[in-house]
Nanobody
Framework: VQLQASGGGLVQVGGSLRLSCAAS????????MGWFRQAPGKEREFVAG????????YYVDSVKGRFTISRDNAKNTVYLQMNSLKPEDTAIYYC???????????????WGQGTLVTVSS
Protein backbone atom coordinates (compact mmCIF):
# COMPACT_ATOMS: atom_id res chain seq x y z
CA VAL A 1 0.00 0.00 0.00
CA GLN A 2 1.34 3.43 -0.94
CA LEU A 3 -0.10 6.48 0.80
CA GLN A 4 -0.22 10.11 -0.31
CA ALA A 5 -1.35 12.72 2.21
CA SER A 6 -2.59 16.16 1.20
CA GLY A 7 -4.72 19.05 2.39
CA GLY A 8 -2.45 20.76 4.85
CA GLY A 9 -1.93 24.49 4.93
CA LEU A 10 -2.03 27.67 6.97
CA VAL A 11 -5.21 28.41 8.89
CA GLN A 12 -6.22 30.78 11.64
CA VAL A 13 -7.25 29.71 15.12
CA GLY A 14 -10.78 28.34 15.04
CA GLY A 15 -10.57 27.48 11.37
CA SER A 16 -10.97 24.14 9.62
CA LEU A 17 -9.02 21.93 7.29
CA ARG A 18 -9.68 18.55 5.74
CA LEU A 19 -6.77 16.24 5.19
CA SER A 20 -6.93 13.44 2.65
CA CYS A 21 -4.86 10.31 2.32
CA ALA A 22 -5.06 8.52 -1.01
CA ALA A 23 -3.95 4.92 -1.08
CA SER A 24 -2.89 2.72 -3.92
CA UNK A 25 -3.25 -1.01 -3.78
CA UNK A 26 -6.19 -3.32 -3.97
CA UNK A 27 -5.96 -4.33 -0.31
CA UNK A 28 -6.63 -0.84 1.09
CA UNK A 29 -10.00 -1.82 2.51
CA UNK A 30 -8.36 -4.51 4.63
CA UNK A 31 -6.23 -2.06 6.59
CA UNK A 32 -7.02 0.08 9.54
CA MET A 33 -5.97 3.67 8.91
CA GLY A 34 -4.50 6.15 11.32
CA TRP A 35 -3.47 9.77 11.40
CA PHE A 36 -0.44 10.82 13.39
CA ARG A 37 1.20 14.18 13.86
CA GLN A 38 4.61 15.41 14.84
CA ALA A 39 5.32 18.90 16.06
CA PRO A 40 8.86 20.34 16.09
CA GLY A 41 10.89 18.86 18.93
CA LYS A 42 8.16 16.40 19.88
CA GLU A 43 7.53 12.72 19.32
CA ARG A 44 5.07 11.47 16.75
CA GLU A 45 1.61 11.34 18.29
CA PHE A 46 -1.44 9.27 17.42
CA VAL A 47 -4.35 11.54 16.48
CA ALA A 48 -7.13 9.34 15.11
CA GLY A 49 -7.77 5.91 13.68
CA UNK A 50 -10.50 4.04 11.86
CA UNK A 51 -10.96 0.32 11.47
CA UNK A 52 -11.22 -1.25 8.04
CA UNK A 53 -14.91 -1.91 8.53
CA UNK A 54 -15.46 1.80 9.45
CA UNK A 55 -17.38 0.66 12.48
CA UNK A 56 -14.83 1.86 15.01
CA UNK A 57 -13.05 5.17 15.33
CA TYR A 58 -10.47 6.29 17.85
CA TYR A 59 -9.19 9.70 18.88
CA VAL A 60 -6.62 11.16 21.19
CA ASP A 61 -8.36 13.12 23.94
CA SER A 62 -7.03 16.46 22.75
CA VAL A 63 -8.92 16.28 19.44
CA LYS A 64 -12.17 14.61 20.51
CA GLY A 65 -15.15 16.65 19.45
CA ARG A 66 -13.06 18.67 16.97
CA PHE A 67 -11.61 16.11 14.55
CA THR A 68 -13.45 13.44 12.59
CA ILE A 69 -11.83 10.56 10.74
CA SER A 70 -13.63 8.82 7.91
CA ARG A 71 -12.82 6.62 4.97
CA ASP A 72 -14.19 5.85 1.53
CA ASN A 73 -13.03 2.40 0.51
CA ALA A 74 -14.42 2.85 -3.00
CA LYS A 75 -12.07 5.82 -3.46
CA ASN A 76 -9.22 4.30 -1.45
CA THR A 77 -9.13 7.46 0.63
CA VAL A 78 -9.20 8.33 4.31
CA TYR A 79 -10.03 11.81 5.57
CA LEU A 80 -9.39 13.83 8.68
CA GLN A 81 -11.79 16.73 9.13
CA MET A 82 -10.27 19.18 11.58
CA ASN A 83 -12.44 21.90 13.09
CA SER A 84 -11.86 24.50 15.79
CA LEU A 85 -8.15 24.33 15.17
CA LYS A 86 -5.76 25.50 17.86
CA PRO A 87 -2.11 26.59 17.70
CA GLU A 88 -1.15 23.34 19.44
CA ASP A 89 -2.51 21.43 16.45
CA THR A 90 0.38 22.76 14.39
CA ALA A 91 2.39 19.78 13.15
CA ILE A 92 3.19 17.59 10.21
CA TYR A 93 0.34 15.14 9.81
CA TYR A 94 0.96 11.62 8.56
CA CYS A 95 -1.44 8.92 7.50
CA UNK A 96 -0.55 5.32 8.08
CA UNK A 97 -1.94 1.84 7.55
CA UNK A 98 -1.94 -1.10 9.92
CA UNK A 99 -3.66 -4.43 10.32
CA UNK A 100 -4.97 -3.34 13.71
CA UNK A 101 -5.51 0.22 14.87
CA UNK A 102 -3.36 1.16 17.85
CA UNK A 103 -1.78 4.35 19.11
CA UNK A 104 1.68 2.86 18.66
CA UNK A 105 3.34 4.12 15.51
CA UNK A 106 5.57 1.04 15.38
CA UNK A 107 2.54 -1.10 14.59
CA UNK A 108 1.93 0.69 11.29
CA UNK A 109 3.37 -0.88 8.17
CA UNK A 110 2.85 1.90 5.64
CA TRP A 111 3.24 5.67 5.90
CA GLY A 112 2.43 8.66 3.78
CA GLN A 113 4.90 11.48 3.32
CA GLY A 114 3.18 13.96 5.65
CA THR A 115 1.40 17.25 5.14
CA LEU A 116 2.08 20.39 7.17
CA VAL A 117 -0.69 22.04 9.15
CA THR A 118 0.04 25.46 10.64
CA VAL A 119 -2.47 27.16 12.90
CA SER A 120 -1.76 30.83 13.46
CA SER A 121 -3.02 32.83 16.42
Amino acid sequence: VQLQASGGGLVQVGGSLRLSCAASGRTFSRYGMGWFRQAPGKEREFVAGISWTTSSTYYVDSVKGRFTISRDNAKNTVYLQMNSLKPEDTAIYYCAAASVITANAHNYNYWGQGTLVTVSS
